[in-house]
């Protein structure tokens, strides 16, 4: 069973950086694609970033020159550099893996504030 442990939340002011990781537990799977979403009060899921196992990458336009995504495939772990955060960058952030045969696996989520 695949379980995803997200870290590196928490409070930051506006202008501020944080880092967050994933890293997946209990399988020694590759997976094809390791990405970013976020969910803010009110608002629907939405992709931040995705890193493919070939290192290709894609970033929501919000975000793209202030966060980074990478990967460590031999730890199966998935980083997301965030830096000059914005308050509205506020939201919950997930983990999510996907495996070669298209199956996801989500992480429980981790709470980003940022305050002006």
């Known amino acids: 069973q695949v379980q995803l442990v997200e870290s590196g939340g928490g409070l930051v002011q506006a202008g501020g950086s944080l880092r967050l990781s994933c890293a997946a537990s209990?399988?020694?799977?590759?997976?094809?694609?390791m990405g970013w979403y976020r969910q803010a009060p009110g608002k629907q899921r939405e992709l931040v970033a995705v890193?493919?196992?070939?290192?290709?990458?894609n970033y929501a336009d919000s975000v793209t020159g202030r966060f980074t995504i990478s990967r460590d495939n031999a730890k199966n772990t998935v980083s997301l550099e965030m830096s000059s955060l914005k308050p509205e960058d506020s939201a919950v952030y997930y983990c999510?893996?996907?495996?070669?045969?298209?199956?996801?696996?989500w992480g429980q989520g981790t709470q980003v504030t940022v305050s002006s």
């Open positions: 209990g399988s020694a799977f590759r997976f094809r694609s």
């Open positions: 999510k893996f996907r495996d070669f045969y298209g199956n996801d696996f």
């Open positions: 890193i493919t196992s070939g290192g290709g990458t």
